[in-house]
């Protein structure tokens, strides 16, 4: 089975972009809910993986849309609390000199994370992610896919565009959400090692992997 793990930071940190109670609720509710979910279809699964991306990549082979969209937001969502820390600091070292060259610099880069954010019609999470060469690209998904049909692909950060992750404190504006957030709360000292992992120095993030319950 997985397991919820604890936030990595403490509810309030995030204010005032994010609050302690959509936290709290995100967390306990929605990430929760989808952990108790994956439980208990893997519960009555014939074979159970060992990780988490393991049974994503098999729920996406055999066309299983209710685990596949449980696991994978179970996964989407522990990146993301990855990807966030209340220690403010800019990007450094390699991934700064690539926003500088490959994206026009940091607020361009924000200009163009925070417009695919607010084109995506309805639920997702945009994404920045790397390929192998060290190419930055900003991309979209739709509810629960996240970046693994996509080979070489490395994701160094995320914001989950879903209402849940803003309604409380933003009400419908997702624009205001995402500039503050972009502002204040990516973790660029993970997305950093993310990408030097993505070209092949380190390694890239995992999920924890499940308990065994013999
Ligand atoms: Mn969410």
Redesign the pocket.
């Known amino acids: 089975m997985f397991v919820l793990a604890p936030l990595p930071f403490p509810h309030e940190s995030l204010e005032p972009v994010i609050s302690a109670r959509t936290l709290r609720y ?1 967390h306990e509710k ?2 929760g809910g989808y952990v108790k979910a994956l439980n208990a279809l893997l519960a009555t699964a014939e074979i159970v993986p060992e990780t988490l991306e393991a049974v994503i990549a098999a729920a996406d082979k055999s066309r299983d849309r209710v685990l596949f969209n449980n696991a994978a ?1 179970v996964r ?2 522990s990146f ?1 609390w990855a990807s966030m820390t209340p220690h403010r600091a800019p990007p450094a070292g390699e991934l700064a000199e690539a926003i500088s060259t490959q994206m026009g610099g940091i607020a361009a880069m924000k200009a163009a994370f925070v417009a695919a954010g607010v084109a995506q019609f309805g639920s997702g999470w945009v994404w920045l992610v790397s390929d192998a060469t060290g190419e930055l690209a900003i991309t979209v998904s739709h509810d629960a896919e996240n970046w693994q049909g996509e080979a070489g692909s490395t994701p160094l950060t995320v914001c ?1 565009l ?1 209402e ?2 803003y309604y409380l404190d933003h009400q419908n504006d997702r624009k205001g959400f995402l500039e503050a957030w972009f502002d204040a709360l990516p973790n660029w000292e993970f997305a950093g090692k993310q990408y030097a992992a993505a070209q092949g120095r380190g390694e890239k993030w995992q999920h924890a992997a499940a308990l065994v319950t013999a």
């Open positions: 995100h929605h990430h937001q989407n969502h993301f989950d879903w849940h992750a």
